[in-house]
């Protein structure tokens, strides 16, 4: 299982981090990078969220609908 960590660096920063679970532990980490600004944030959050995604094979092929 893979989540998303936001968290606060010493410089009061916020840094963002996937981490991966597995029966409990945490295996592996992945550092994304810290931000101050909000647009910062949002970026790394998206990132983070792209690298979740990268490894999941959706439930539906919607392909078939975007046909232009």
Do not use: W
């Amino acid at each position: 299982m893979a989540y998303i960590r936001k968290f606060k660096t010493s410089s009061g920063s916020t840094g963002v981090q996937v981490c991966y679970k597995e029966q409990g532990k945490v295996i592996r980490t992945v550092h994304l990078g810290s931000a101050s600004s909000e647009k910062g944030i949002d970026k790394l959050l998206r990132e983070a969220q792209g690298i979740i995604d990268a490894g999941k094979k959706p439930l539906f092929n919607l392909n078939k609908y975007n046909k232009k």
